[in-house]
């Protein structure tokens, strides 16, 4: 059971590594607010954790260099979490207002709405010719997946099966559609 050290050990202990600690913290590049910032969050850590009595009793020069580390470690998590970017930083703000809010892009034209029921039926055909190719227990199986009707997890040889599905139900795409799905820009 730890116990808590008599608080003039606590202080002196501080004391006798606070300037070096300091210092080194400026040497680094801290003002000398953020050093002594750095320098109390080095010794609270080490408070919360109940080291600062084993670190009392270890000789000056293993004191020291612990110490030294930890500032080290302070400062980078420090430096990272001041220089770390955050979600949507970088993008702009949107009104609320309605009618400021930007129409978002269409990529849809005339020609692509009367190419989607020829879309559809091929897509249809495709899927009807890949449940006569499987059998139908495995069809059970594959259905929900391949429609993203449920997202559960599988276990492996029913992924197997969802992955071979997929490449047969490509390839019955394509020959559906027999060559002209070059014409189409896939993005």
Known sequence: MLTTPPACSLDSFCRAHWRRLHAAACQRGCTSAEAED??????????????????????????????????????????????????????????????????????????TEADRPWLEKCITLAIEKLKLQTREKTWDQIRPVLLNEGEVAQPGAQRVAVHRARQRLRHLLREEMNGSFRDWNVS
Do not use: I, K
Not at 65 to 75: K, Q
């Open 38 to 111: 750095a320098v109390q969050d080095v010794f609270l850590s080490l408070a919360r954790r109940g080291v600062l009595e084993a670190l009392a009793n270890r000789p000056a020069e293993a004191q020291a260099s612990y110490l030294f580390l930890r500032l080290r470690c302070v400062l980078m998590n420090r430096w990272r979490d001041a220089h770390r970017q955050r979600r949507g930083a970088l993008s702009e703000a949107l009104p609320l207002d309605d009618e400021l809010v930007p129409e978002p892009p269409t990529h849809v034209t005339p020609a």
